[in-house]
């Protein structure tokens, strides 16, 4: 079992920058996969970012290709989501999550432990 605590949202400006910052329990965080996910009202969960366990690769929502960065560090048991270039569409609560590597694709969109999610405004 993995406990997710995402923190880092808030309100910005278009064009501004934000770093979410989604803290994991357990000792054996570094063998999972982790990923980033948004959603907003009236719409459906959407997939942001992901990376491998081992760190090795990494996955982007074309929307974000570019402007986003997944980053992690063991050391800490933390994954991490450097927003640059922000926009309004960005606007969302930001769940970080998280599913044990083995025999899993970390690219397919389909995770079980989730945060509870973090608010992202980004104004005009």
């Known amino acids: 079992q993995v406990r997710l605590v995402e923190s880092g949202g808030g309100l910005v400006q278009a064009g501004g920058s934000l770093r979410l910052s989604c803290a994991a329990s357990g000792r054996t965080f570094s063998t999972y996969h982790k990923a980033w996910f948004r959603r907003t009202p009236g719409k459906e969960r959407e997939f942001v970012a992901a990376?491998?366990?081992?760190?090795?690769?990494?996955y982007y929502a074309d929307s974000v290709k570019g402007r986003f960065t997944i980053s992690r560090d063991n050391a800490k048991n933390t994954v991490y989501l450097q927003m640059n270039s922000l926009k309004p569409e960005d606007t969302a609560v930001y769940y970080c999550?998280?599913?044990?590597?083995?025999?899993?694709?970390?690219?397919?969109?389909?995770?079980?432990?989730w945060g509870q999610g973090t608010q992202v405004t980004v104004s005009s």
């Open positions: 990376m491998n366990w081992s760190g090795g690769s990494t």
């Open positions: 999550a998280a599913k044990f590597y083995f025999n899993s694709d970390y690219a397919d969109g389909r995770y079980d432990f």
